[in-house]
Structure formats: C-alpha cells, structure tokens
C-alpha cells in the first residue's frame, strides 16, 4: 500500500511526524501528528473503502488546523 510506503519514508527521518486523515464525504483525523509507525498503519488499515466523492479540499484544511495548533 502507498500510505504504509509513505509512513516508513516519513517517520524513519529524525524527528519527522505524519498523521492519518480519512477524507470521503467528510474529512476526519484518525490520528494526531505522531512518530508511532504502528498507530499511523493501524489507522491506514482501518480506513474503509467508500464509494463517496473525496473532499481533499477538506482534508487539507483539517490537516492545516492540526498542524498549525
């Protein structure tokens, strides 16, 4: 899976943290900004797949209030 990829790459820099958002009809954090490998996958592989449209515009706007606190 390219989310896994993306959280081994990411987090295995120094003090780099990632955090796991789901963004069907609704953006939702699943996860706080966080080093924990094992809480980002586990996130990732929780996420159902949807048939709903993505709302990426949403999904960078929660990401960026989280990121900014």
């Known amino acids: 899976c ?3 990829d993306v959280v ?3 987090t295995s820099r120094g003090d780099a943290r990632a955090m796991v958002v789901s963004f069907a009809a609704e953006a939702v954090s699943l996860t706080g900004l ?4 094992g809480l980002l996958k586990g996130a990732i ?3 159902d ?3 709903q449209p993505g709302d990426l ?3 960078l706007r ?3 209030t989280i990121a900014t606190r």
């Open 2 to 4: 390219r989310a896994i």
């Open 34 to 37: 966080t080093r924990d490998r």
């Open 49 to 51: 797949p949807s048939d």
């Open 62 to 64: 929660l990401v960026e």
């Open 8 to 10: 081994d790459r990411s």
């Open 57 to 59: 515009d949403g999904a």
């Open 45 to 47: 592989e929780a996420i």
